[in-house]
Protein backbone atom coordinates (compact mmCIF):
# COMPACT_ATOMS: atom_id res chain seq x y z
CA UNK A 1 0.00 0.00 0.00
CA UNK A 2 0.99 3.74 -0.60
CA UNK A 3 2.04 5.59 2.45
CA UNK A 4 0.75 9.09 2.70
CA UNK A 5 2.50 11.24 5.70
CA UNK A 6 1.44 14.70 6.43
CA UNK A 7 3.51 17.31 8.50
CA UNK A 8 3.27 18.72 10.73
CA UNK A 9 0.29 17.03 12.70
CA UNK A 10 -0.95 20.24 14.13
CA UNK A 11 0.02 23.93 13.89
CA UNK A 12 -1.18 26.75 15.13
CA UNK A 13 -1.68 30.01 13.06
CA UNK A 14 -3.36 33.57 13.18
CA UNK A 15 -5.85 34.72 11.03
CA UNK A 16 -4.69 36.10 7.77
CA UNK A 17 -1.21 34.26 8.26
CA UNK A 18 0.33 31.97 5.45
CA UNK A 19 -0.13 28.25 5.91
CA UNK A 20 1.66 25.56 4.26
CA UNK A 21 0.88 21.57 4.84
CA UNK A 22 2.65 19.08 3.27
CA UNK A 23 1.92 15.19 2.34
CA UNK A 24 4.55 12.99 1.05
CA UNK A 25 3.85 9.50 -0.68
CA UNK A 26 5.70 6.35 -0.08
CA UNK A 27 6.05 6.12 -3.94
CA UNK A 28 5.43 8.22 -6.45
CA UNK A 29 1.93 9.21 -7.72
CA UNK A 30 2.19 11.49 -10.22
CA UNK A 31 -0.85 14.59 -9.35
CA UNK A 32 -3.37 11.98 -8.34
CA UNK A 33 -3.45 13.41 -5.26
CA UNK A 34 -6.52 15.24 -3.46
CA UNK A 35 -7.00 17.32 -0.23
CA UNK A 36 -9.96 16.97 2.07
CA UNK A 37 -10.67 19.69 4.93
CA UNK A 38 -12.58 18.04 7.66
CA UNK A 39 -14.41 20.39 10.25
CA UNK A 40 -14.62 19.26 13.99
CA UNK A 41 -17.81 16.58 14.01
CA UNK A 42 -18.46 17.12 10.44
CA UNK A 43 -17.98 15.13 6.99
CA UNK A 44 -14.83 15.96 4.90
CA UNK A 45 -15.23 18.21 2.39
CA UNK A 46 -13.26 17.79 -1.17
CA UNK A 47 -11.07 21.21 -1.50
CA UNK A 48 -8.48 20.31 -4.03
CA UNK A 49 -8.36 17.49 -6.69
CA UNK A 50 -5.09 16.51 -9.26
CA UNK A 51 -2.80 18.05 -7.07
CA UNK A 52 -3.65 21.75 -7.80
CA UNK A 53 -7.35 21.52 -9.21
CA UNK A 54 -9.47 23.84 -7.14
CA UNK A 55 -13.15 22.42 -6.47
CA UNK A 56 -16.23 23.95 -7.30
CA UNK A 57 -17.28 26.65 -4.79
CA UNK A 58 -13.92 26.16 -2.42
CA UNK A 59 -12.25 29.80 -1.31
CA UNK A 60 -9.50 30.52 -4.03
CA UNK A 61 -7.18 31.30 -0.76
CA UNK A 62 -7.04 27.50 -1.16
CA UNK A 63 -4.50 26.26 -3.34
CA UNK A 64 -2.38 23.10 -4.26
CA UNK A 65 0.81 22.24 -5.60
CA UNK A 66 3.58 19.16 -6.18
CA UNK A 67 3.95 16.05 -8.54
CA UNK A 68 5.49 13.04 -7.99
CA UNK A 69 5.92 12.14 -4.25
CA UNK A 70 5.96 15.73 -2.76
CA UNK A 71 2.72 17.73 -2.28
CA UNK A 72 1.74 21.13 -0.36
CA UNK A 73 -1.69 22.60 0.47
CA UNK A 74 -1.42 26.76 1.41
CA UNK A 75 -3.59 28.78 2.51
CA UNK A 76 -2.76 32.05 1.57
CA UNK A 77 -4.84 34.03 4.53
CA UNK A 78 -6.10 32.07 7.42
CA UNK A 79 -9.99 32.60 8.51
CA UNK A 80 -11.57 31.73 11.47
CA UNK A 81 -13.49 29.05 9.49
CA UNK A 82 -10.42 27.14 8.62
CA UNK A 83 -10.15 25.57 11.80
CA UNK A 84 -10.40 21.87 10.87
CA UNK A 85 -7.90 18.87 10.10
CA UNK A 86 -7.02 18.58 6.01
CA UNK A 87 -5.79 14.97 5.06
CA UNK A 88 -4.36 14.07 1.64
CA UNK A 89 -5.54 11.14 -0.76
CA UNK A 90 -3.86 9.19 -3.27
CA UNK A 91 -6.03 8.11 -6.14
CA UNK A 92 -3.01 6.47 -7.90
CA UNK A 93 -3.79 3.25 -7.06
CA UNK A 94 -6.23 1.15 -4.50
CA UNK A 95 -6.15 1.00 -1.59
CA UNK A 96 -6.92 5.04 -1.74
CA UNK A 97 -4.57 5.90 1.11
CA UNK A 98 -5.06 9.13 3.37
CA UNK A 99 -2.17 10.84 5.42
CA UNK A 100 -2.87 10.96 9.17
CA UNK A 101 -4.20 14.76 9.01
CA UNK A 102 -3.10 18.16 9.70
CA UNK A 103 -4.97 19.50 12.68
CA UNK A 104 -5.27 23.55 12.27
CA UNK A 105 -6.05 25.57 15.22
CA UNK A 106 -6.70 29.23 14.97
CA UNK A 107 -4.52 31.22 17.71
CA UNK B 1 -27.80 19.92 -4.93
CA UNK B 2 -26.43 16.66 -4.47
CA UNK B 3 -26.91 14.87 -1.38
CA UNK B 4 -26.21 11.96 0.50
CA UNK B 5 -27.74 10.38 3.51
CA UNK B 6 -27.04 7.85 5.80
CA UNK B 7 -28.62 5.63 8.11
CA UNK B 8 -28.75 6.27 11.77
CA UNK B 9 -25.47 4.79 14.37
CA UNK B 10 -26.21 1.73 16.03
CA UNK B 11 -24.55 -0.68 18.42
CA UNK B 12 -23.14 -4.11 17.65
CA UNK B 13 -21.88 -6.83 19.90
CA UNK B 14 -18.81 -8.75 18.72
CA UNK B 15 -19.35 -11.13 15.75
CA UNK B 16 -22.42 -9.47 14.56
CA UNK B 17 -22.87 -7.70 11.31
CA UNK B 18 -24.00 -4.37 9.90
CA UNK B 19 -25.17 -2.78 7.35
CA UNK B 20 -25.13 0.84 6.53
CA UNK B 21 -27.30 2.50 3.93
CA UNK B 22 -26.54 5.59 1.72
CA UNK B 23 -29.60 7.31 -0.06
CA UNK B 24 -28.65 9.40 -2.91
CA UNK B 25 -30.26 12.54 -4.52
CA UNK B 26 -29.59 15.30 -6.74
CA UNK B 27 -27.90 13.68 -9.15
CA UNK B 28 -27.87 10.78 -11.80
CA UNK B 29 -27.26 8.03 -9.35
CA UNK B 30 -25.72 5.21 -12.15
CA UNK B 31 -23.09 7.79 -13.02
CA UNK B 32 -21.06 7.62 -10.01
CA UNK B 33 -19.55 5.31 -8.17
CA UNK B 34 -20.15 5.20 -4.43
CA UNK B 35 -17.22 5.05 -1.91
CA UNK B 36 -16.90 4.04 1.52
CA UNK B 37 -14.27 5.25 4.33
CA UNK B 38 -14.40 5.18 7.86
CA UNK B 39 -12.87 6.99 10.57
CA UNK B 40 -11.73 5.41 14.00
CA UNK B 41 -12.30 7.47 16.88
CA UNK B 42 -9.26 10.18 16.89
CA UNK B 43 -7.63 8.48 13.89
CA UNK B 44 -7.43 9.72 9.84
CA UNK B 45 -9.91 8.17 7.14
CA UNK B 46 -9.47 4.82 6.17
CA UNK B 47 -10.68 4.05 2.39
CA UNK B 48 -12.94 0.62 2.55
CA UNK B 49 -14.13 -0.02 -0.83
CA UNK B 50 -15.84 1.02 -4.30
CA UNK B 51 -19.10 0.30 -6.06
CA UNK B 52 -19.89 1.19 -9.50
CA UNK B 53 -23.88 2.41 -9.09
CA UNK B 54 -23.97 1.73 -13.18
CA UNK B 55 -23.01 -2.36 -12.96
CA UNK B 56 -22.20 -2.96 -9.25
CA UNK B 57 -18.89 -3.64 -10.22
CA UNK B 58 -16.42 -3.54 -6.75
CA UNK B 59 -13.16 -3.10 -5.74
CA UNK B 60 -12.56 -3.43 -1.86
CA UNK B 61 -9.70 -2.82 0.03
CA UNK B 62 -7.81 -6.40 0.66
CA UNK B 63 -8.27 -6.05 4.67
CA UNK B 64 -11.92 -6.62 4.26
CA UNK B 65 -12.25 -9.20 1.53
CA UNK B 66 -14.32 -11.62 2.76
CA UNK B 67 -16.45 -9.82 5.09
CA UNK B 68 -17.68 -6.34 3.25
CA UNK B 69 -20.18 -6.88 0.98
CA UNK B 70 -21.02 -3.66 -0.98
CA UNK B 71 -24.65 -2.91 -3.42
CA UNK B 72 -27.00 -0.89 -4.63
CA UNK B 73 -30.15 -0.24 -5.30
CA UNK B 74 -31.01 1.76 -8.61
CA UNK B 75 -34.34 2.27 -8.38
CA UNK B 76 -34.47 3.41 -4.57
CA UNK B 77 -30.22 5.39 -5.68
CA UNK B 78 -29.00 3.44 -2.28
CA UNK B 79 -25.75 2.20 -1.38
CA UNK B 80 -25.08 -0.56 0.96
CA UNK B 81 -22.27 -1.54 3.18
CA UNK B 82 -22.35 -4.60 4.85
CA UNK B 83 -19.58 -5.94 7.15
CA UNK B 84 -19.53 -9.15 9.05
CA UNK B 85 -17.58 -10.65 11.88
CA UNK B 86 -17.49 -6.94 13.79
CA UNK B 87 -14.72 -6.79 16.49
CA UNK B 88 -14.10 -3.41 18.84
CA UNK B 89 -11.40 -2.45 15.99
CA UNK B 90 -14.50 -1.68 13.68
CA UNK B 91 -15.66 0.55 16.12
CA UNK B 92 -15.92 4.33 13.81
CA UNK B 93 -17.65 6.70 11.88
CA UNK B 94 -18.62 4.98 8.33
CA UNK B 95 -19.26 7.28 5.48
CA UNK B 96 -20.70 6.92 2.05
CA UNK B 97 -18.77 9.71 -0.69
CA UNK B 98 -20.11 10.02 -4.71
CA UNK B 99 -16.57 9.38 -6.38
CA UNK B 100 -16.17 11.70 -9.46
CA UNK B 101 -13.66 11.27 -11.83
CA UNK B 102 -11.81 12.99 -15.30
CA UNK B 103 -13.15 11.38 -18.09
CA UNK B 104 -9.60 11.96 -19.84
CA UNK B 105 -7.52 10.77 -17.02
CA UNK B 106 -9.76 7.75 -15.17
CA UNK B 107 -6.63 8.12 -12.33
CA UNK B 108 -8.05 11.25 -11.46
CA UNK B 109 -10.68 10.32 -9.28
CA UNK B 110 -12.29 12.02 -6.08
CA UNK B 111 -14.93 12.12 -3.33
CA UNK B 112 -16.84 15.26 -4.01
CA UNK B 113 -19.57 14.72 -1.84
CA UNK B 114 -19.85 12.79 1.68
CA UNK B 115 -22.84 11.71 3.71
CA UNK B 116 -23.48 12.86 6.86
CA UNK B 117 -21.61 9.37 8.82
CA UNK B 118 -22.89 6.57 10.60
CA UNK B 119 -21.30 5.85 14.18
CA UNK B 120 -21.07 2.12 14.51
CA UNK B 121 -20.01 1.15 17.62
CA UNK B 122 -18.77 -2.27 18.17
CA UNK B 123 -19.61 -3.28 22.26
CA UNK B 124 -20.67 -6.58 24.51
Known amino acids: DIQMTQSPSSLSASVGDRVTITCRAS??????LNWYQQRPGKAPNLLIYAASSLQSGVPSRFSGSGSGTDFTLTISSLQPEDLATYSCQQSFTTPYTFGQGTKLEIK | QVQLVQSRAGVKKPGASVMVSCQASGYTFINYGITWVRQAPGQGLEWLGW????????NYAQKFRGRLTMTTDTPASTAYMELTSLTSDDTAVYYCAREDYDSSDSYTRYFDSWGQGTLVTVSS
Open chain 2, 51 to 58: ISAYNGNT
Open chain 1, 27 to 32: QSINNY
